[in-house]
């Protein structure tokens, strides 16, 4: 298997994780509510989903 098979997954995993913890923080700092204290957590969540998403996206087409 090639060592840098996945290289964009890796870095779509990494980046959308903290992307979406800085927007959870601030969406957390601007809402003031009990909900808010999720917001880190599933801004993560979707950052990371996302990342993956883009991630293997861009693996797909650079081996072809």
Known sequence: MDK????????????????????GVVVN????????????ALGAGIGMLIGIVVGSILDSKKGK
Request: aromatic fraction near 16%.
């Open 4 to 23: 840098d098979s996945h290289k964009y997954l890796t870095y779509g995993v990494a980046f959308g994780l903290l992307f979406g913890a800085g927007i």
């Open 29 to 40: 700092a601007m809402v003031s509510s009990t909900l808010a204290l999720f917001a880190i």
